[in-house]
């Protein structure tokens, strides 16, 4: 079956740096994309891994490691726009997007 | 332009109603989808269009029924739904569906309240 993981709930401090974990049990793996959702809005595209390593861009940071089946979402200098839901979503061998639960980030002050 | 656009942006319908949901895209994306997102939860994909043909059906109900009547152009028909159909749908599109790293582009989505 199809089985992605993250917490459900995050909490942080403005300037922080916080670290959201996602781990994956999938039919096949054709990539690894984080999405950012605010309540009631779209998704937006934040990264993709397809190889192992960490992809930097700009104040986010993605890691992928296939063998361990983990990935996590490095956010630095936090502020309070960044307070969303994290979506780990894993392209499977069929290239159909799965969705992990979410992690809900709380920023404050 | 880099927009997925949906429209209407809420829509409140009777269960024995029938009303449609739409969908546009002008990037030249050929793979279109539909997703059905509850509150707190994560989307569910419903269809997925490539090249405007159906590619795939996840066992959706036939109360809904995906239309492309072109490239840029995708449509949700909804008939007889059920008050446990209310939710976001949500439109997206990318260039391709296959395993390149083409992410998928989402619209704002719908809020569909059945009543």
Redesign the interface.
């Known amino acids: 079956g199809q089985n992605i993981d993250q917490p459900t709930e995050m909490t942080a401090t403005e300037g922080a740096i916080v670290q959201i974990n996602c781990t994956y049990q999938t039919s096949g793996f054709?990539?690894l994309?984080w999405?950012q959702q605010h309540a009631?809005?779209?998704?937006?595209?934040l990264s993709?891994n397809?190889l192992d390593g960490l992809e930097e861009k700009g104040r986010f940071s993605s890691f992928l490691s296939r063998s361990k089946g983990y990935s996590y979402l490095l956010l630095k200098e936090l502020q309070m726009k960044d307070s969303a839901s994290y979506?780990c979503?894993v392209?499977d061998n069929?290239?159909?997007?799965i969705?992990?639960?979410?992690t809900?980030l709380q920023v404050f002050p | 332009d880099t927009e997925?656009t949906q429209t209407p942006k809420h829509l409140v319908m009777g269960m024995t109603n029938k009303k449609s949901l739409k969908c546009e895209q002008h990037m030249g994306h050929r793979a279109m989808y539909w997703y059905k997102q509850k509150a707190?939860?994560?989307?569910?994909?419903m269809f997925?269009y490539s090249y405007e043909k159906l590619s795939?059906n996840e066992s959706v109900p036939s109360r809904f029924s995906p239309e492309c009547p072109n490239s840029s152009l995708l449509n949700l028909h909804l008939h007889a739904l059920q008050p446990e159909d209310s939710a976001?749908y949500?439109c997206a599109s990318s260039p391709l569906?296959?395993?390149e790293?083409y992410?998928?582009?989402?619209?704002?989505?719908t809020?569909l309240t059945v009543t």
């Open positions: 054709n990539g994309f999405y009631g809005e779209a998704p937006t595209f993709y397809v979506l979503a392209r069929t290239d159909k997007l969705f992990g639960t979410g809900r | 997925v707190k939860k994560p989307p569910e994909l997925v795939i976001l949500l569906m296959n395993r790293s992410e998928q582009y989402f619209g704002p989505g809020r």
